[in-house]
């Protein structure tokens, strides 16, 4: 489907219209213990209620004030004191696969704490095993007009994933469509002191690659630079359908240039399904990678780093790819304070006939669930509707990953229709005032901060047109989204997966398959296996299981 980037606002009036119509309510009794009114989103609790939660926690994270923790802060206080609610975690782990492993072992043992974020699969398997609540008619009581009006975005797509024999099982996310294409980010200043253009196809990335290594771009006269970093310990060299979005650091652009989609289930060119990574332009996309690793163009360290964004802080690497807000957001502000001239810029990579060419995620991949048997599980989401209506005035130097039970709500235009309102603001077009718009919560904020860290001339925006530290935070969303959302505002084509759920064979094989598949690619890429051992993972792909999946997504895409 071609696509030209147009503000498309076409839940506001919706939105404005439902809120209008919804009054704040006062607490009345329903002869329990707790008091509330029903009919408010936002009704704060007579007396304290406890929920107990498992927690994701980044041990990186340093933006807690001295004496807060995860388990108390300005967000976990605020919950508190506007709702009442005291959170409890239970139990913690580390981001990416310990949260995930300690998520599967409170499955398998039944012991669950009241409210936690899972994944699609974690989902399933809980729903299968009778362990949590219906919030079926919670939802339809209490989430708020907003929350509902940014679920209704995505056309049913969203509640679709959580309803299970017409129930309600879990809250799901909404992410906004830019959150689903990988761009690449590169250095612009080694670009212009080695007289070079941005690199567009795979051809000219090579070209620049090979300069930045070889030409001494951060001129200290030391061959110590990088072309392309590459996935760390733990990364993947490509998002999938379980894992469809922020693949920061992974390869997605590359293979994405070969209309390679690994990880994704997609129509064949016989019209039935088939899996991307066993199609033969992914096989084209990894000899590219794997050419490029050999001539040393790829981090030679990728997937045993600890961590990729090193390179890009400390200004050793002059490309990689990821999400809009992995400029900001991720690496960039400790790059810009080590190195204020970096200049990271952000661009599509396109295919031999000049488009762009990304795969796209599911608009929910984040689910918040309740236990069974919790007295209290519209308390979940009242702490999302909360968040919601007032995430825009939190500090945003204390990372929003601290507040409890946090999963992202976006409509899903937010990121286009930011991005065209900051250009109006700052053409003087269109003022805060305006902006005040149920759903878009931070597009107030974000007009009210534009200027603070925005230099003239507006419509430039290299790194000397911006002032970080004029506001960090602001600079950091305003940042990402001025340039990292740019690319995104020009045609794309864009391709789904049949399906971002796992079948009942999956249940059984996929742990293997996928782990096959993961030590084939890297093998291939870093050159510890031959190219056609792509031949024979295919091979061993269909008959260890593969086949009768490709059965399942079958019947599951008609």
Not at 7 to 33: D, F, R, W
Not at 42 to 69: Q, R, W
Not at 413 to 426: A, C, F, G, I, S
Request: proline share 5%; hydrophobic share 35%.
């Amino acid at each position: 489907m071609k696509n030209t980037r147009k503000v498309i606002v076409l839940t506001l009036v919706t939105v404005m219209l439902i809120l209008s119509a919804c009054g704040n309510g006062k607490t009345s009794s329903k002869g329990e213990t707790v008091t509330q009114d029903p009919n408010d989103p936002f009704g704060k609790y007579s007396e304290a209620i406890t929920i107990n939660i498992g927690k994701e926690v980044d041990s990186a994270d340093k933006s807690l004030p001295s004496g807060d923790t995860p388990e108390n802060n300005t967000y976990t206080r605020y919950v508190k004191d506007k709702l009442n609610i005291e959170t409890k975690i239970i139990w913690q782990a580390g981001v990416g696969k310990d949260y995930q492993q300690k998520v599967n072992l409170s499955i398998a043992s039944n012991d669950l704490p009241d409210a936690l974020v899972v994944t699609d699969t974690q989902l399933r398997q809980m729903v299968k095993s009778n362990q949590l609540a219906d919030l079926t008619e919670v939802y339809e009581q209490y989430a708020s007009p907003t929350l509902k009006s940014i679920i209704e975005t995505t056309e049913g797509l969203a509640k679709n994933a959580v309803t299970f024999d017409g129930k309600m099982y879990a809250l799901p996310n909404v992410t906004g469509e830019t959150d689903m294409q990988h761009i690449m980010w590169i250095r612009k200043d080694w670009l212009d002191k080695l007289n070079l253009e941005v690199p567009r196809n795979i051809e000219d990335l090579e070209k620049v690659a090979k300069a930045f290594i070889e030409q001494d771009p951060d001129g200290n006269g030391k061959a110590d630079t990088i072309g392309i970093t590459g996935p760390q310990s733990g990364g993947l060299i490509n998002a999938d359908f379980i894992n469809p979005n922020n693949n920061n650091y992974g390869f997605d652009p590359v293979f994405g240039v070969y209309h390679s989609y690994p990880g994704f289930w997609l129509e064949g060119a016989d019209g039935k399904p088939t899996y991307g990574s066993i199609e033969p332009e992914t096989k084209d996309a990894l000899a590219k990678l794997r050419d490029l690793y050999s001539k040393g163009l790829i981090d030679q360290e990728m997937s045993i780093r600890k961590d990729a964004q090193e390179l890009i802080k400390n200004g050793t690497s002059g490309i990689y790819f990821g999400l809009w807000w992995a400029g900001g957001y991720g690496p960039l502000s400790d790059a810009i304070k080590n190195n204020p001239e970096a200049n990271w810029q952000a661009y599509s990579l396109l295919d031999s006939n000049g488009e762009f060419t990304p795969h796209m995620g599911t608009p929910s991949n984040q689910f918040l669930v309740v236990r069974k048997d919790y007295k209290h599980p519209e308390a979940a989401i009242k702490m999302e509707n909360l968040l919601l209506r007032d995430e825009a005035t939190f500090d945003v130097n204390v990372a929003i990953g601290n507040y409890p039970l946090r999963i992202v709500f976006a409509p899903m235009d937010e990121m286009y229709v930011t991005y065209n309102m900051m250009k109006e603001v700052l053409a003087g077009t269109k003022t805060a005032e305006e902006l005040d718009i149920p759903g878009y919560k931070l597009l107030k904020a974000d007009a009210e901060n534009i200027k603070k860290v925005k230099l003239e001339p507006y419509d430039k925006v290299d790194i000397q047109y911006w002032d970080p530290n004029a506001d960090l935070g602001a600079w950091k969303r305003l940042y990402s989204t001025m340039v990292g959302v740019a690319p995104l505002m020009e045609p794309f084509t864009k391709t789904y997966s049949l399906t971002y759920s796992q079948t009942k064979t999956m249940e059984s094989k996929w742990a293997t398959l996928d782990k096959m598949e993961k030590e084939t690619f890297l093998k291939i890429i870093m050159g510890a296996a031959p190219i056609d051992s792509f031949d024979k993972f295919v091979v061993d792909w269909k008959k260890q299981g593969g086949d009768e999946i490709l059965s399942e997504v079958a019947e599951l895409a008609k």
